[in-house]
């Protein structure tokens, strides 16, 4: 132990001293062990994670500081580029966040295209441009030496990059809370010239448009609005929100000129879509759209246009941006869905027809679906999939623009030819009475179109179809309107020649101020962007924002060492492995809230930034197995993590499916109310192997017991010994999508469920040891006899000697064959599970490690997918039916550790860990899941349980 510590007796009583100095610095008010939260058994370094040590403190630079490594943490000593594979999101610290106003960041500073931003996703890009002379820099490309970031954690950043041969800009950027974020400048002149330079600050949005902008010259300040409309999950599940929420961006120094702008380059001005949440849907089409290839249309960079029709009439079309009634999701959705409010047509009655028309804006590939409106008093909803396939339609018209002449009572449109033969459709939108585009002129065979008296209060959006000799009609155009805009690099190129002053509808907005700086000489500017609900006080808002402009932010970064200094040191394979490592853990320390609503402990989500709704809704128990990584940094936190599941526990030992602050989801189906996976006891057992607390055992034993009886008696439903999902079972199941057999043979209630009996022996296995541990020998002897006697009923069902496999079996007689012969014998992931409980004789496990490591079905260049490769249903960018989901892959590592195959383990983290470093350097980002076949990864972000690769990795080493 004290080798860890580097064997320095002169620095444990270094802490032992600087402890005490804390005491005498800390509240007066109320005693130091109080503050902690800790048991009688808990070691004193787990101090109160709901307030880290250092935010007590009112600790300056120059305070000593312990950590477990006497080096300088790797963290604080980063010489990170682009291709370097860090972690670069960025949440403010669990004690100083809250869920339902809560600003994240990404750190864009990887894409040559684009500047050192960061992003959230809904509230703009922060950004920074100079100015010297004639010549603006502001993206990457164009600046002298790129950024290279020297300190990172779950909330802060350090960086540098010079714009200019001769300026020098280090920069900090920190998430202070989930209200405020601060970025901090130093600016120096490290030529031999007294140098002028332009800084200028600016916020971005490319969603929404900023509104309400309001500068504030005698604050030093701007006030403006942004909103952050929720999505379907959590209107249905009725999760409060904050949807119109409103900004300050206060300054250090004053700046020369506050401006802002409708578009970011010149251009027609982006009108949002209309969302009405409190008017009630009529009809919505929907489905997927997937490329020839199954792979859903998801392209971030490429849009997809849509083009709806009701009743074959081309005389009226919907497009991408038709309004929304009764929700917030868009019409395009970022994961391959479109969807569309028939309601805008007007009256829609069952049996009209409609026909839907989208192109992927990446590929070019255009699919057609044709549907009927169902009885609209029986739903408001009719689900029609899409297929893309290669387009034999027209090409829209390129290169749509206008001219706006008469003081804007004439607009004309101008656009290339689309090829011999080709006519054109003029639509137009009155965006002050409806979301449908008439048409103005049809069949014309001129480029351009006039539409003259222009009322001086109408907003018209106006679109191009080309239509061919065949008379087939293209996708519309993308649409330019009537708005005039005033665009922000004009005035960068032009101070003060355009219109700043866009109140409305504002893409930019931005500061200027003018540095002249001797040579060797600094200037410091700093900003702070908070965040407010309506009806708050401004004033209070920005005074709280305002004495942030003085805050001692090496007081955080000190904060950070400390609670990095627990998790444990190892040594690594490769620098690559060990960003990783540090990454994982900023990750996970990020997702953690503390308590709000009806949670009493600290809870987790699984993302913070971006926040998607289903996401963002709390804690399930398949995402609480990152808990046996996250304790490493926090055992404290991670043990109220499960405390939340037992103060919720109904009586008969029911648990939410899913459990938050705001929500209790039970998803009740067929008289059963749905549950999450079985593997709480387990959950529970591990993370007290990891912290020692007797108190927590305690608690969570019998809370484990009650969940376990309550889900052996509600999951057997013909009394075999063996359990299937219950309630809504394929989220029950965990495996929620693209199953084969779900998809292919039944509903999983239907089959006695492999997955989930493997894992009911290892929380009957969990049990045992618990009681062990707590002296209960006789209960002990009752689980442990539960595990072997459920282990026996396994093998004798569900393994498949001619395959060498387990699989799921028909629940009526327990063979593998449901509907077709042999049609449940399907090699999936799961499979491997008798591995990881402990199921498998020797024999067993020999078969299920050569099944494994076979590369055309399983053992993939970087890792193990959920379905065989062969399989007919495989898809390694799919989602059950293909990926490496890595907390599965926890799973089987710890099977093969377990039955000695330690290379094949360390083999298979390595593989992982590859995965996941290759899309870190792409992107910056740790996902839901990866491609087990090439550097890809989806669909969801800042997924929490990519943070278990650090117990995996820890496995491997010891």
Known sequence: MLKRYHGSLINVAALILFSLMVYRCARADEPFLSRLGATASTPLYTTNTDEPFLSRLGATASTPLYTTNTDEPFLSRLNAKASTPLYTTYAAAMERS?????????????????????????????????????????????????????????????????????????????????????????????????????????????????????????????AFQHEELPDGWVL???????????????????????????????????????????????????????????????????????????????KRLLIENAPRWGSADPNIRAYGYYSIELGNFGKVSAGDSVQVMVACGETGEVGVVRGTVSDTAVSHDKR????????????????????????????????????????????????????????????????????????????????????????????????????????????????????????????????????????????????????????????????????????????????????????????????????????????????MLPPEGKCGYNYYVFSREPQWGWGHGGQVFHESLTMLAYAMMDPVSAMHSQRVYRERQYKDGYINYRTGPYLDETIPHKNQLTTSAPWYAWQNWEVYLMTRDRAFLEEMYESSARFYRYY???????????????????????????????????WPAEFEALDANAMLVMEAKALAQMARELGRGGEASDWQKDAETRTKRINEVF????????????????????????????????????????????????????????????????????????????NPKGYWNGPVWVEWMYLIERGLLAYGYRAEARELVNRVSAGMIEQLKKDHNLWEFYSPDEAWAGYHKTYIWAGIIVRMMRDVAE
Not at 281 to 302: A, M, N, Y
Not at 477 to 499: C, M
Not at 821 to 832: H, S, T, V, Y
């Open 98 to 222: 809250e869920f339902t106003l809560d600003e994240g960041y990404h750190f864009l500073f990887y894409d040559s295209t684009r500047g050192a931003d960061f992003v959230t996703d809904n509230a703009g890009m922060w950004s920074v441009g100079f100015r010297k002379g004639t010549r603006f820099v502001y993206d990457v490309r164009s600046m002298t030496r790129p950024p290279v970031i020297t300190v990172s954690y779950a909330d802060m950043v350090k960086y540098h990059y010079d714009p200019f041969p001769d300026v020098r800009v280090d920069a900090t950027f920190l998430v202070q809370s989930s209200h405020c974020a601060i970025h901090d400048l130093t600016i120096t002149n490290t030529g031999t010239q007294r140098l002028t330079l332009d800084v200028i600050p600016f916020l971005q949005s490319s969603g929404r448009p900023f509104s309400d902008v309001t500068p504030l010259p005698e604050k030093i300040a701007v």
């Open 236 to 314: 249905d599940h009725k999760v409060p929100y904050v949807d119109k929420v409103r900004d300050l961006l206060v300054f250090s120094i004053v700046p020369d000129r506050i401006a802002s702008f409708r578009s970011y380059r010149w251009g027609s001005v982006e009108i949002p879509q209309e969302v009405d949440l409190h008017h009630p849907p009529v009809f919505v089409l929907w489905g997927s759209i997937t490329h020839p290839d199954k792979q859903r249309c998801v392209h971030r960079e490429s849009p997809v246009r849509m083009a709806v029709m009701l009743n074959g009439d081309p």
């Open 384 to 591: 029609v999939d899409l297929s893309l396939s290669a387009s034999a339609l027209p090409a829209p018209p390129a290169g749509v623009k206008r001219d706006i002449w008469g003081n804007g009572t004439e607009l004309r449109l101008y656009w290339k030819n689309a090829g011999a033969g080709a006519k054109y459709n003029v639509y137009r939108r009155d965006y002050g009475v409806s979301g449908v585009y008439e048409c103005l002129a049809s069949g014309t065979t001129q480029t351009f179109y006039t539409d003259k008296n222009i009322p001086d209060e109408k907003i018209y959006g106006y679109v191009v179809t080309a239509v061919d000799e065949r008379g087939r009609m293209s996708i519309p155009s993308a649409e330019v309107n009537n708005i005039e805009g005033s665009d922000f690099l004009t005035d960068v190129k032009y101070p003060g020649q355009v219109r700043g002053n866009a109140k409305d509808l504002a893409r930019v907005i931005s500061a200027w101020k003018t540095l002249a700086i001797e040579p060797g000489a600094t200037e410091h500017v700093r900003m702070v962007r908070a965040v407010y609900r309506p009806g708050q006080n401004r004033d209070s808002v920005l005074a709280r924002a305002t004495a942030l402009l003085r805050e001692d932010l090496l007081v955080y970064q000190r904060a950070n060492e400390l609670l990095y200094g627990r998790i444990p040191q190892m040594r690594f394979s490769s620098p690559e492995a060990e960003h990783l490592y540090w990454s994982a853990f900023s990750l996970m320390r990020q997702v």
């Open 712 to 746: 052996t008696q509600h999951r057997d439903s013909d009394g075999d010994g063996l359990c299937e999902w219950g309630g809504e079972a394929v989220l029950e199941s965990v495996r929620d999508a693209r199953v084969a057999i779900w998809d292919e043979v039944g």
């Open 799 to 874: 393994w498949d000697e001619e395959h060498g496999f387990y699989f799921q079996a028909d629940r009526k007689d327990n063979d593998f064959t449901y509907a077709k012969p042999d049609d449940l014998k399907r090699e999936e992931m799961i499979g491997f599970l008798p591995l990881w409980a402990g199921i498998a004789d020797s024999v067993r496990a020999a078969r299920l490690v050569s099944k494994l490591t076979d590369p055309a079905k399983f053992w993939r260049r970087y890792g193990v997918p959920s379905l065989a490769a062969d399989d007919s249903y495989y």
